[in-house]
Nanobody
Framework: QVQLAESGGGLVQAGGSLRLSCAAS????????MGWFRQAPAKEREFVAT????????NYADSVKGRFTISRDNAKKTVYLQMNSLQPEDTAVYYC????????????????????WGQGTQVTVSS
């Protein structure tokens, strides 16, 4: 059974940076796309970024493009989200997810309904 554990959240002032990590255990990591999603109070969980199984292809939500960078280290079974120029609207619980479809080509995606999910880490950006 795959388990995902996020870390690195916290409180930061607007304009600041945070780096989230998501460590995977209990399964094969390097065959599957990984993603970051976030959920603000009273809002739906939304896509933030995804990365292909190889790490060569990434995809970002328009709201974070140019500010956030997703990366992965398959040897460490870890995916990262570097968040720069944070704004109050980035405040949310951030979740990592592992897709269950192996070795997919093209734009990396995570099928939310079938993915493995972590427990989330809170990111709060003060103005």
């Amino acid at each position: 059974q795959v388990q995902l554990a996020e870390s690195g959240g916290g409180l930061v002032q607007a304009g600041g940076s945070l780096r989230l990590s998501c460590a995977a255990s209990g399964g094969i990591f390097n065959q599957y796309a990984m993603g970051w999603f976030r959920q603000a109070p009273a809002k739906e969980r939304e896509f933030v970024a995804t990365i292909s199984w190889s790490g060569r292809t990434t995809n970002y939500a328009d709201s974070v493009k140019g500010r956030f960078t997703i990366s992965r280290d398959n040897a460490k079974k870890t995916v990262y989200l570097q968040m720069n120029s944070l704004q109050p609207e980035d405040t949310a619980v951030y979740y990592c997810a592992q897709d269950r479809r192996e070795y997919r080509a093209g734009t990396p995606t995570v099928l939310k309904s079938e993915a493995y999910w972590g427990q989330g880490t809170q990111v709060t950006v003060s103005s």
